[in-house]
């Protein structure tokens, strides 16, 4: 007892004292440090986040009067601005005042009065103009930027990739109405409706001589079979292999156009409805998918899909949010799935195709808009309405690409047949269509954690209640420093084993493998009865406690029996090999590294944290409890299963959640025992991909910044919060297990 008063206290007892205080106050400080630093991670996270769901902003700029524009352009730094009039006439103009630095007439003053105007694929900036005399030409913008010094100066050019010369479409005195195409470097297509009703498609091709480096145009003209009178849009893909013709009635026709001499009638559907009209139809980054627009505002989106007999089907993958009047313009972005739409009341809306997001709606100022567009880099945007009057936006929209159902929904991507869960955050294309899809990835994780701990409880769990309270204190002292020493095994080693030495095994070994699962169990049930059968005196030459030495021998020679047998069983019923079997009887497909492996390496790893957690729980049992249940009469099992499992059950629940939190977790077994697939299939024979192993695969390729670099933040935070909700629950359990047997 320590006196009251402190100066009563000897020396020592002051020194004791202070140590109880001092070591009091530095657990408080590591305790709540640690707290910090766990708030700190989740905020930073937070902040990483954010940004992905931050709306996007559209304001106006500038806007000035330059006379009415059929379509409308920006340079990549949205200063310099490009028109073509209706009647032909082009411009370049200074995107801030609208100040104009050069113009001239589109085509040759030879070919007629221009009567139709068409933009191309933006990337491309090439323009299409038909005349009224039936002739068509084919231009082509380029912004040459250059730095004197520390000023960026853009210089525009108007150029003629296929030669200034005009050709003819339709016969002479039947006006082109309407008009599209595309061109490449070596070829180019154009695809016209005459007034007289004719749909005619010309082919330009660019030819080399390679002689004299000459260079010549072979031109084919071919009349698809057509009733042009009823067509009121036209839309050619970028790769000039697809056309599409929207009627008035609603009707859009789809043609394979790869073989311009045999134009193909791929499929026809009725896109909107008899009732009412498209006016707008324009492609998307990439020229796969169609977003049509009708005179109620309805925003939709189409593109072919294969069916089961490899036909091409247009289907409608999509609806957007409306505009409150009737679409008049669609202008798409130039590297992503985001689109603008205005209507006939200048509401300006802003969209992304993939997220099936509705980002934002502002109002332009402008009746009756005519043009539209965006710059390369989908940061400004610029419009032109009938009565000439122009108006620029800036836009700031990072993130389109991600929404709550594109991260955890089921998307229908382009070139697939149905929507699906996909994560594949990049492509060689320019025009990619990002799949950010959360969800294969948390499966993966669950999938891997679920497996393996099926494997490593039984395992740990029991080896522990056999160790604390079966086995004899001489071998225990050797057992459990022996297990608690693979917790030291580097994870990595693990994994390179699993992946260089497991897979190839378990995949020659797949039958033995699989025997292996109830026969060495239950040779070490047989062995033991066996051992008990036998007389006292053959007994007696295992010591008490030593048991499981003998047992040693036995599992291992079950092992090799059973891969011996498996072997043999392949080679009778299986035609020599299971996974082949299993594939062409089953449609079961065997990936080397696959999620059997994956369990049981990240179970190896798990096991040595969970044995020595509820080992330690178990010999911690007080010795009265089971001194007491032994002297009622309880069998040493009985005793083991009533008293000692239930009032060490809550260090042994805490030992599985803290496996379970470190199978969730595991990086580099995951990373290198499986093939990294993104999938979401329970078999044990396909592999998968963990959130953890995603983010340290793809983290050092991201950019800072992008929505990539942020979605990989997100899956953090979720394996962050994963964790902590499992974790959490799990105190509360333990906590409940406790109270409840604690009065034993």
């Given at each position: 007892?320590?006196p009251?008063n402190?100066?009563?206290?000897?020396?020592?007892?002051?020194?004791?004292l202070?140590k109880?205080?001092?070591?009091?106050a530095?657990?408080?400080?590591?305790g709540?440090?640690?707290?910090v630093?766990?708030?700190?991670?989740?905020?930073y996270?937070?902040?990483?986040?954010?940004?992905?769901?931050?709306?996007?902003?559209?304001?106006p700029t500038?806007s000035?009067?330059?006379?009415?524009?059929?379509?409308?352009?920006?340079?990549?730094?949205?200063?310099?601005?490009?028109?073509?009039?209706?009647?032909?006439?082009?411009?370049?103009?200074k995107?801030?005042?609208?100040?104009?630095?050069?113009?001239?007439?589109l085509?040759?003053?030879?070919?007629?009065?221009v009567?139709?105007?068409?933009?191309?694929d933006?990337?491309?900036?090439v323009?299409?103009?038909?005349?009224g005399?039936?002739?068509?030409g084919?231009?082509?913008?380029?912004?040459?930027?250059?730095?004197?010094?520390?000023?960026r100066?853009?210089?525009?050019?108007?150029?003629?990739?296929?030669?200034?010369?005009?050709?003819?479409?339709t016969?002479?005195?039947?006006?082109?109405?309407?008009?599209?195409g595309?061109?490449?470097?070596?070829?180019?297509?154009i695809?016209v409706?005459?007034?007289?009703?004719?749909?005619?498609?010309i082919?330009?091709?660019?030819?080399?001589s390679?002689?004299?480096?000459?260079?010549?145009?072979?031109?084919?003209?071919?009349?698809?079979?057509?009733?042009?009178?009823?067509?009121?849009?036209?839309?050619?893909?970028n790769q000039?292999?697809?056309?599409?013709?929207?009627?008035?009635?609603?009707?859009?026709?789809?043609?394979d156009v790869?073989?311009?001499?045999?134009?193909?009638?791929v499929?026809?559907?009725?896109?909107?409805?008899?009732?009412h009209?498209?006016t707008?139809m324009?492609?998307l980054?990439g020229?796969?998918?169609?977003?049509i627009?009708d005179?109620?505002?309805?925003?939709?989106?189409?593109?072919p899909?294969?069916?089961?007999?490899?036909?091409?089907?247009?289907?409608?993958?999509?609806?957007?949010?409306p505009?409150?009047?009737?679409v008049?313009?669609?202008?798409?972005?130039?590297?992503r799935?985001?689109?603008?739409?205005?209507?006939?009341?200048?509401n300006?809306?802003?969209?992304?195709?993939?997220?099936?997001?509705h980002?934002?709606?502002?109002?332009?100022g402008?009746?009756?808009?005519?043009?539209?567009?965006?710059a390369?880099r989908?940061?400004?945007?610029?419009?032109?309405?009938?009565?000439?009057?122009v108006?620029?936006?800036?836009?700031d929209?990072?993130?389109?690409?991600v929404s709550?159902?594109a991260?955890?929904n089921?998307?229908?991507?382009?070139?697939?047949?149905h929507?699906?869960?996909?994560?594949?955050?990049?492509?060689?294309?320019?025009?990619?269509?990002?799949?950010?899809?959360l969800?294969?990835?948390?499966?993966?994780t669950?999938?891997?954690?679920?497996?393996?701990?099926i494997?490593a409880?039984?395992?740990a769990?029991l080896?522990?209640?056999?160790t604390?309270y079966?086995?004899?204190?001489p071998?225990?002292?050797?057992v459990?420093p022996?297990?608690?020493?693979?917790?030291?095994?580097?994870?990595v080693i693990?994994?390179?084993?699993?992946?260089?030495?497991?897979?190839?095994l378990?995949?020659?070994e797949?039958?033995?493998?699989?025997?292996?699962?109830?026969?060495?169990?239950?040779?070490?049930?047989?062995?033991?009865?066996?051992?008990?059968?036998?007389?006292?005196?053959?007994?007696g030459l295992?010591?008490?406690?030593w048991?499981?030495?003998?047992?040693v021998?036995?599992?291992?020679?079950?092992?090799w029996?059973?891969?011996?047998?498996?072997?043999?069983?392949?080679?009778?019923?299986?035609?020599?090999?299971?996974?082949?079997?299993?594939?062409?009887?089953y449609?079961?497909?065997?990936?080397?590294?696959?999620s059997l492996?994956?369990?049981?390496?990240?179970?190896?790893a798990?096991?040595?944290?969970?044995?020595?957690?509820?080992e330690?729980a178990?010999?911690?049992?007080?010795?009265?409890?089971?001194?007491?249940?032994?002297?009622?009469?309880?069998?040493?099992?009985?005793?083991?299963?009533?008293?000692v499992?239930?009032?060490?059950?809550?260090g042994?629940f805490?030992?599985i959640?803290?496996g379970?939190?470190?199978a969730?977790?595991?990086?580099?077994?995951?990373l290198?025992?499986t093939?990294?697939?993104?999938?979401?299939?329970?078999?044990?024979?396909?592999g998968l991909?963990?959130?953890?192993?995603n983010?340290?695969?793809?983290?050092p390729?991201?950019?800072v910044?992008?929505?990539?670099?942020?979605?990989?933040?997100?899956?953090?935070?979720?394996?962050?919060l994963?964790?902590?909700?499992?974790?959490?629950?799990a105190?509360?359990?333990?906590?409940r297990?406790r109270?409840?047997?604690?009065s034993?």
């Amino acid at each position: 007892m320590i006196p009251a008063n402190r100066a009563d206290l000897s020396s020592r007892e002051r020194w004791r004292l202070l140590k109880d205080r001092l070591f009091a106050a530095v657990m408080a400080v590591g305790g709540i440090s640690v707290i910090v630093a766990i708030l700190l991670i989740f905020f930073y996270l937070l902040y990483v986040v954010l940004p992905l769901f931050r709306d996007a902003t559209v304001k106006p700029t500038a806007s000035f009067e330059q006379g009415a524009a059929a379509a409308i352009a920006l340079d990549e730094y949205a200063q310099t601005g490009f028109s073509i009039a209706p009647d032909g006439h082009y411009q370049f103009f200074k995107a801030g005042d609208g100040s104009v630095i050069a113009g001239g007439e589109l085509l040759p003053a030879g070919a007629g009065k221009v009567s139709a105007v068409a933009a191309g694929d933006p990337v491309s900036h090439v323009y299409v103009a038909g005349t009224g005399d039936g002739n068509v030409g084919i231009a082509q913008v380029s912004f040459e930027v250059k730095f004197e010094g520390q000023t960026r100066v853009v210089t525009p050019k108007l150029g003629y990739p296929f030669g200034e010369q005009v050709q003819r479409a339709t016969p002479a005195g039947d006006a082109i109405r309407l008009i599209t195409g595309q061109a490449s470097d070596e070829e180019a297509t154009i695809a016209v409706v005459s007034a007289q009703g004719k749909v005619v498609l010309i082919n330009a091709t660019r030819q080399t001589s390679m002689l004299d480096e000459s260079v010549s145009v072979e031109v084919t003209r071919t009349e698809l079979d057509v009733d042009g009178s009823k067509i009121s849009q036209l839309a050619l893909d970028n790769q000039q292999r697809e056309l599409y013709l929207a009627g008035s009635d609603g009707v859009l026709s789809y043609f394979d156009v790869r073989n311009k001499a045999k134009p193909q009638l791929v499929d026809r559907a009725s896109v909107i409805g008899d009732a009412h009209h498209i006016t707008a139809m324009s492609f998307l980054s990439g020229g796969i998918s169609l977003v049509i627009g009708d005179d109620l505002g309805n925003l939709t989106q189409w593109f072919p899909v294969r069916d089961q007999h490899n036909n091409s089907q247009l289907k409608r993958v999509r609806r957007f949010a409306p505009l409150p009047a009737g679409v008049t313009a669609i202008a798409p972005e130039y590297f992503r799935k985001g689109f603008l739409a205005v209507d006939a009341k200048g509401n300006l809306g802003l969209y992304h195709a993939t997220a099936e997001r509705h980002l934002t709606t502002v109002a332009s100022g402008l009746d009756e808009v005519a043009a539209l567009s965006m710059a390369p880099r989908a940061n400004a945007a610029v419009l032109a309405s009938k009565s000439g009057k122009v108006a620029l936006f800036a836009i700031d929209n990072p993130h389109p690409e991600v929404s709550f159902k594109a991260l955890w929904n089921q998307i229908w991507y382009e070139n697939r047949a149905h929507p699906d869960y996909i994560w594949q955050s990049s492509s060689a294309s320019n025009d990619f269509e990002p799949k950010f899809s959360l969800t294969p990835l948390t499966f993966g994780t669950l999938k891997a954690a679920i497996y393996s701990m099926i494997f490593a409880v039984p395992l740990a769990v029991l080896g522990a209640i056999y160790t604390a309270y079966f086995m004899s204190a001489p071998m225990r002292r050797i057992v459990k420093p022996s297990i608690e020493l693979m917790a030291a095994l580097p994870t990595v080693i693990l994994g390179f084993l699993a992946g260089l030495w497991l897979a190839p095994l378990v995949e020659r070994e797949l039958l033995g493998v699989l025997l292996c699962i109830p026969v060495v169990p239950a040779s070490t049930l047989l062995f033991s009865y066996l051992l008990s059968r036998l007389p006292q005196r053959v007994k007696g030459l295992i010591p008490d406690g030593w048991e499981a030495l003998a047992l040693v021998p036995v599992v291992i020679f079950a092992i090799w029996a059973n891969f011996m047998v498996g072997r043999a069983l392949e080679v009778m019923f299986f035609d020599g090999s299971v996974t082949h079997w299993l594939t062409v009887n089953y449609g079961i497909g065997y990936d080397q590294r696959n999620s059997l492996v994956v369990a049981i390496a990240i179970g190896f790893a798990v096991i040595p944290t969970i044995f020595s957690i509820s080992e330690d729980a178990v010999f911690s049992v007080p010795r009265h409890l089971t001194m007491g249940s032994l002297a009622l009469g309880a069998t040493p099992w009985q005793t083991a299963i009533k008293v000692v499992l239930l009032t060490a059950s809550p260090g042994i629940f805490s030992g599985i959640m803290i496996g379970m939190g470190r199978a969730v977790g595991e990086t580099m077994i995951v990373l290198m025992a499986t093939g990294n697939t993104p999938i979401m299939d329970l078999s044990l024979f396909q592999g998968l991909r963990a959130l953890s192993a995603n983010i340290a695969v793809e983290m050092p390729e991201s950019e800072v910044g992008s929505s990539h670099y942020r979605v990989l933040f997100l899956a953090a935070m979720v394996l962050f919060l994963v964790t902590f909700i499992v974790n959490t629950m799990a105190e509360l359990v333990r906590q409940r297990l406790r109270k409840k047997y604690s009065s034993l």
